[in-house]
């Protein structure tokens, strides 16, 4: 051969190149295949790099650093200062950083996620919320986050309701009850009633009320419920591109017809309203007016009525605003996709649930202890809501009764107390991780694997342009790393996106193919930096040009345990 570094040989099949890898060669694989069908099929290694002639492939295969030098530089953003010690801004010394997977790895203690806080400074004043930070060993907080409720999680629009009840627990919390006119009085006023002259001219004692009030405006609410749908379509259908294409003449006569049905519902709603304020008003002199002449003249007050049809109809309505209120409450729970977390590998898919129901006892007790924690408004307790509902059921059944005084000054307390104001207060929910469907509780490593992939999703949704990850191969299994992280930092570094990573995984630090490799090292409180490549297999100290490193030797020893323990698996795998 006339250079004894390379061979371009076309096999016969692809194990040909493992049999040159395992002799020590460079070997790259070619094809021609036609049947792309059976091509996809075949796993081939990568080029890292763009090369576009045959001279650069060939200095590709020899290493030569000024090609591979060419070919990092469009990568490279910038040289950072970082700290020794980032808290107090001690122990500078500048690294590059490249858009790209950068991997830090060396002795433990020398600093690795001191540099990674310095650039979490370094980014977020630059980039502001342009960084993803994420530091193992946090999973439990993590988790306790996605399960954790917020106050927009009590919505009534969770659950498709659009009533609040407030009034009606309002109405029952302020509740008077009314008393029908008892016969006494109206035998102490035949028996006591005076001639006065003065008090028989007085006509309007014999005045009729009109006990046409209704205490709850049904109609008019109901008028003006008209009036704003009126009002809104009003405004809204000038959007509609339906009304666009409508010549000016159609335009303005359907304008006229809606405008003039908002002023009637308008004033409908507000003669209703006279109506209604005319009565209360007129009923409550009548009252007033004979009781007064009476009182001026010491003659008992003749009842303007038995109020039996007051009293009867406040009871009614007091049952029919909890009976309101607990039909709401007894409708179906709803549950829905809150957002998809991550991939547990072959185990499937995980996505995060949420559970709306409002309060029973049977539902809450069938809650893990956990959940029960969490599913509450923090004001609330579960002996304060059983105690309200309790409440409301025993005036729907017993609303009739005599001691149902007794009973509302229980119900009124209770309300208060707790300080119930809407349905809002009843409502549960319960947040918990399924995997393919079913309820799961990950484990210790899972929450960590999880963690990474939610960060990483997230930051990948807003287009984040910095990732600095602190470690990800803590507590994870060579599985996920292999299946989940390898593929997800190779993605971004495509993206181009900044990934610096600190780790002591090998799958981590070379299967991503890092085109910045930082090597921390320490010895009797010496600290060195080195930084280098895979490619050019150089790890050069950032105070010493001289002192240079091989990135294979290094790597091996970090980061595969040592080259014993190397070949001892190369062999056992063998």
């Known amino acids: 051969m006339k250079d004894g570094r390379r061979l371009f040989l076309e096999p016969s099949n692809p194990n040909s190149v493992d049999v040159f890898h395992k002799h020590g060669y460079r070997a790259i694989f070619g094809s021609d295949v036609i049947d792309w069908a059976n091509y996809?099929?075949?796993?081939?290694?990568?080029?890292?790099?763009?090369?576009?002639?045959?001279?650069?492939?060939i200095k590709l295969v020899q290493q030569d650093k000024l090609l591979l030098k060419d070919l990092l530089n469009p990568y490279f953003s910038e040289t950072v200062k970082v700290f020794g010690d980032s808290s107090a801004s001690k122990y500078p010394f500048n690294i590059p950083i490249y858009h790209d997977v950068n991997v830090i790895f060396g002795d433990k203690g020398s600093g690795k996620s001191e540099i990674l806080k310095s650039l979490k400074e370094f980014y977020s004043r630059k980039l502001g919320d342009q960084v993803v930070y994420f530091e193992?060993?946090?999973?439990?907080?993590?988790?306790?986050?996605?399960t954790k409720n917020t106050d927009a999680d009590y919505l009534l629009k969770n659950v498709n309701v659009t009533d609040d009840c407030s009034s009606e627990i309002k109405w029952i919390k302020t509740y008077k009850e009314i008393t029908p006119t008892n016969l006494s009085d109206y035998k102490m006023y035949f028996s006591k009633s005076t001639n006065n002259k003065a008090f028989e001219r007085m006509l309007i004692k014999d005045t009729p009320l009109t006990n046409a009030y209704d205490p709850k405006l049904k109609k008019y609410k109901q008028l003006m419920d008209e009036y704003n749908i009126i009002s809104n379509f009003n405004n809204t259908v000038k959007t509609f591109e339906s009304f666009n294409s409508l010549d000016d003449t159609e335009k303005n006569a359907l304008s006229s017809i809606i405008n003039k049905m908002t002023l009637n519902a308008f004033q409908l709603s507000s003669d209703e309203w006279i109506v209604q304020k005319t009565s209360y008003l007129f009923d409550d002199m009548i009252e007033h007016v004979i009781e007064f002449a009476s009182e001026d003249i010491s003659s008992p007050v003749m009842p303007t009525s038995t109020k039996f049809v007051e009293f009867f109809r406040n009871r009614l309505t007091l049952r029919?605003?909890?009976?309101?209120?607990?039909?709401?409450?007894?409708?179906n729970k709803i549950e829905k996709v809150s957002k998809y977390i991550g991939s547990l590998s072959s185990k499937g898919s995980l996505s995060l649930w949420c559970t709306y129901r409002f309060f029973s006892q049977d539902f809450y007790d069938s809650l893990r202890d956990y959940e029960k924690k969490k599913c509450l408004k923090r004001t609330m307790t579960m002996t304060n809501l059983k105690s309200c509902l309790d409440d409301l059921k025993k005036i729907k059944d017993k609303f009739s009764e005599s001691?149902?005084?007794?009973?509302?000054?229980?119900?009124?307390?209770?309300f208060n107390e707790k300080s119930i104001s809407s349905l809002n207060d009843f409502l549960l929910v319960v947040k918990n991780l399924r995997l393919d469907g079913n309820n799961y509780e990950p484990s210790k490593g899972e929450k960590s694997i999880l963690a990474l992939?939610?960060?990483?999703?997230?930051g990948s949704a807003s287009k984040k342009s910095v990732y600095l990850i602190d470690e990800p191969d803590l507590s994870l299994g060579n599985t996920y790393i292999n299946d989940i992280i390898v593929p997800m930092f190779r993605s971004l570094g495509k993206q181009k996106k900044i990934i610096v990573i600190t780790t002591h995984d090998g799958n981590i630090a070379i299967r991503t193919r890092p085109l910045n490799s930082i090597l921390k090292l320490t010895n009797n409180n010496v600290y060195k930096t080195y930084t280098g490549n895979m490619f050019t297999d150089e790890l050069i100290n950032i105070d010493d040009n001289?002192?240079?490193?091989?990135?294979k030797i290094e790597s091996i020893k970090y980061l595969e345990g040592g080259k014993d323990a190397f070949d001892e698996r190369s062999v056992v795998y063998e």
């Open 136 to 146: 193992a060993g946090k999973e439990d907080e993590w988790f306790n986050e996605q």
């Open 453 to 458: 992939q939610c960060k990483i999703n997230e």
């Open 546 to 551: 001289k002192d240079i490193l091989s990135w």
């Open 403 to 414: 001691s149902i005084g007794d009973l509302l000054e229980n119900t009124k307390t209770d």
């Open 40 to 57: 996809e099929k075949s796993q081939f290694g990568e080029l890292r790099f763009y090369v576009d002639n045959f001279t650069k492939l």
């Open 320 to 331: 029919e605003n909890a009976i309101k209120l607990l039909d709401t409450m007894n409708s």
